[in-house]
């Protein structure tokens, strides 16, 4: 059973609007969120997190939202770059766990056209 | 500051053949590591994590295994590779204790011929 989902496997956006990337959750355990950027055949980097104290973390042009109601969080860019393209993964913590593992989605490509 | 790596980039390897995939972490003591695979279309899946010398968990049944055999070497191995395993592997690490963000190592793409 899936525990993290990103139902949309890849997005297209023009340079310069807004990208939006979708999140949701089953466990309502988790309490920290995260966002990775990966490029092919590169490992994964760290993009922005959000504990679920909050609603909202914003760094640059990176903002992501927590809907702890909806268990749904999403991340915006804002503007877009060509640069941006890659697979965006989000990712789940519960920080009463014992070991800290973090429950990856499937990742969402994004694509932005110049 | 800290560092990690992961080698080989690359690898290709007969069907039946061992592996052996190494990852080192730098500047820090008594990280957790961990292995995850990442499989074309696929999610981030871990496989093995680590929160001490010779403490290992694994998180999916398959043909590979993982030591670590010093504080900050995490190995990754099989005794004998399937096509199956022809996927892109990551190690990672972070501080013992929190569920602060993974670092990611740069990644071996595996390919079973």
């Known amino acids: 059973d899936q525990q993290v989902k990103q139902n949309s496997p890849s997005l297209s956006v023009q340079e310069g609007r807004i990208s939006i990337l979708n999140c949701d959750y089953t466990?309502?355990?988790?309490?920290?969120f995260l966002w990775y950027k990966k490029y092919p055949a590169e490992g994964p980097t760290f993009l922005i997190s959000?504990?679920?104290?909050?609603d909202k973390n914003e760094d640059g042009r990176f903002t992501v939202f927590l809907n702890k109601s909806a268990k749904h969080l999403s991340l915006h860019i804002v503007p877009s770059q060509p640069g941006d393209s890659a697979v965006y993964f989000c990712?789940?913590?519960?920080?009463?766990?014992?070991?800290?593992?973090?429950?990856f989605g499937k990742g969402t490509k994004l694509s932005v056209k110049p | 500051s800290q560092t990690i790596h992961q080698w080989p980039a690359t690898l290709v390897q007969p069907v039946g053949s061992p592996l052996s995939l190494e990852c080192t972490v730098e500047?820090?003591?008594?990280?957790?590591l961990y292995w995850y695979r990442q499989a074309a279309g696929r999610g981030l899946q871990l496989l093995f994590y680590?929160?001490?010398?010779?403490?290992i968990s694994s998180e999916v049944p398959q043909n590979l295994s993982a030591s670590r055999p010093q504080d900050r070497q995490f190995i990754l191995s099989s005794k004998k590779l399937l096509l199956s395993d022809s996927v892109f592997y990551l190690c990672?690490?972070?501080?013992?204790?929190?569920?602060?963000?993974?670092?990611f190592g740069s990644g071996t793409q595996l390919s079973v011929l």
């Open positions: 466990n309502s355990m988790f309490d920290y």
């Open positions: 500047g820090t003591s008594n990280p957790n």
């Open positions: 990712a789940a913590s519960d920080q009463g766990g014992s070991q800290g593992n973090l429950i």
């Open positions: 680590s929160v001490g010398i010779g403490q």
């Open positions: 990672a690490w972070n501080p013992q204790g929190g569920n602060e963000k993974l670092f």
């Open positions: 959000i504990s679920s104290i909050k």
